[in-house]
């Protein structure tokens, strides 16, 4: 399959340079030094998944990405399925050379099970639990910051408009419809949504240094605690 995405002027797969903006980000120790190896597409999803007894599977409610889950003894074996169609519009749209109306939400999922990824693989190597609904939260967050990385690319800015925050906002959380019928699964969805604006709107009031150092204490606490936190939150609009 292709190189999740293609290699651009810095020699570097869409899919690793996120991975290392992430991990970077949080000040994660995946252990993860070949990610494209834990990815399948359509073929791989149809040979392998349709058939294989799965625990879990962790999807994004827009799009068929997933990630799934699976215990082998005492291994926890994790993949990212992407679609080849999401794929192939984020070839031919690589939001490193801007970030629109035709690519946004493809670029959404494809960072949100990286994000879920990484997360269940930092948590697994250090035997810590985690809740669905942080998963989605954490996601969240992770997909804020680097779709505003790239409109920063895209403006050669390091400073975001509040219309390009609101932009990403917009297809991120106010658009969102979760179509499932779980009323649970439907709520989680719902709450990982109010939460995730709250604390993107709150940590872009934020210097870059309490930013980073509040963005890496939040993916530390448990769900209860990043709740807390967010609920704590004294936010100006």
């Not at 990610?35 to 799009?63: A, C, M, P, Q, W």
């Not at 670029?107 to 990824?117: G, P």
């Not at 409109?151 to 390091?158: D, F, M, P, R, T």
């Amino acid at each position: 399959m292709i190189m999740y995405v293609d290699k651009m002027r810095t020699g570097t797969s869409l899919i690793n340079e996120l991975q290392r903006k992430i991990e970077k980000t949080y000040a994660l120790d995946t252990g993860i030094t070949n990610i494209e190896k834990f990815i399948i597409g359509d073929k791989g999803y149809k040979e392998f998944y349709l058939h294989e007894k799965i625990r879990t599977v962790i999807h994004d409610n827009s799009s068929r990405s997933r990630v799934f889950i699976r215990d082998v003894g005492n291994i926890l074996k994790v993949s990212i399925y992407y679609p080849d169609k999401l794929i192939k519009v984020l070839e031919e749209n690589d939001p490193r050379t801007g970030l629109h109306d035709n690519n946004i939400d493809e670029c959404a999922s494809f960072v949100e099970e990286l994000d879920h990824f990484l997360f269940i693989a930092q948590n697994f190597k250090q035997n810590r639990p985690f809740s669905l609904l942080e998963l989605e939260l954490q996601a969240n967050v992770t997909k804020y910051l680097v779709l505003k990385y790239f409109i920063a690319l895209q403006n050669k800015s390091i400073r975001i408009r509040t219309f390009d925050k609101e932009y990403i906002r917009y297809h991120l959380f106010y658009k969102r419809k979760y179509d499932v019928d779980d009323p649970s699964e439907k709520k989680r969805y719902e709450d990982a949504k109010i939460l995730g604006i709250s604390y993107t709107r709150y940590i872009d009031f934020l210097s870059p240094e309490e930013r980073l150092r509040d963005l890496r204490q939040f993916s530390r606490m448990p769900c209860p605690s990043k709740i807390k936190h967010i609920l704590s939150m004294k936010i100006e609009m």
